[in-house]
């Protein structure tokens, strides 16, 4: 069974300052997108990221491609 809400997560990593995304992994399946949006503004705008750029991406966070931004 799959949903059209998505249920926003941020990382177990994420320390509260505010500084935050937040994801909603539960699209990827059913419509091929991580949906992506601003912890402090929840009901702000969202990115709809493609599922293989979304792995990508956490892929290279993972590998520490982006400790020096």
């Not at 300052?17 to 091929?32: D, F, I, K, Q, R």
């Not at 990115?47 to 520490?64: E, R």
């Amino acid at each position: 069974m799959t949903t059209d809400s998505p249920r926003w997560f941020k990382s177990s990593y994420s320390n509260n300052g505010g500084n935050c995304v937040e994801a909603a992994t539960n699209l990827v399946a059913s419509h091929g997108v991580a949906p992506v949006r601003d912890s402090k503004n929840p009901t702000g705008p969202v990115l709809d990221i493609a599922a293989a750029s979304f792995v990508t991406f956490v892929a290279g966070v993972k590998a520490g491609g982006f400790d020096t931004v």
